[in-house]
């Protein structure tokens, strides 16, 4: 069973940038596609993006696109996700998630991350953007 710890998390102004990470020990990265969430307070959880196991195939939700970028280090086996740009709504826990596959629905609009289909997670880190 693949464990997952989430760190980076803090207080930032809007417009500002927070790099999150998530550490992945008990098994390789080459074996899971990890996936970032986040949930707000009376909300329900989302999808924010995803990287696939081995050819490194990188998802986004519009929301995030063109603001947050995800990569991995497989000597670290940790995954990153790099925020820019931050607004308010951006406020939430996030949370990775590992699986066998990204997982990615098109359809029906707008796409996202199925996170139902990722069996492990971490604890999560809170975000908070605020002046």
């Known amino acids: 069973q693949v464990q997952l710890v989430e760190s980076g998390g803090g207080v930032v102004q809007p417009g500002g940038s927070l790099t999150l990470s998530c550490a992945v020990s008990?098994?390789?990265?080459?074996?899971?596609?990890i996936g970032w969430f986040r949930q707000s307070p009376g909300k329900e959880r989302e999808s924010v993006s995803c990287?696939?196991?081995?050819?490194?195939?990188?998802y986004y939700v519009p929301s995030v696109a063109g603001r947050f970028i995800i990569s991995k280090d497989k000597a670290k086996n940790t995954v990153y996700l790099q925020m820019n740009s931050l607004q308010s709504e951006d406020t939430a826990v996030y949370y990775c998630?590992?699986?066998?596959?990204?997982?990615?629905?098109?359809?029906?609009?707008?796409?996202?991350?199925?996170?139902?289909?990722?069996?492990?997670w971490g604890q999560g880190t809170q975000v908070t953007v605020s002046a």
């Open positions: 998630a590992a699986s066998q596959f990204c997982w990615w629905a098109s359809t029906p609009s707008p796409p996202t991350v199925l996170s139902e289909k990722f069996p492990s």
């Open positions: 990287i696939s196991a081995i050819e490194d195939s990188t």
């Open positions: 008990g098994d390789t990265l080459d074996y899971y596609a």
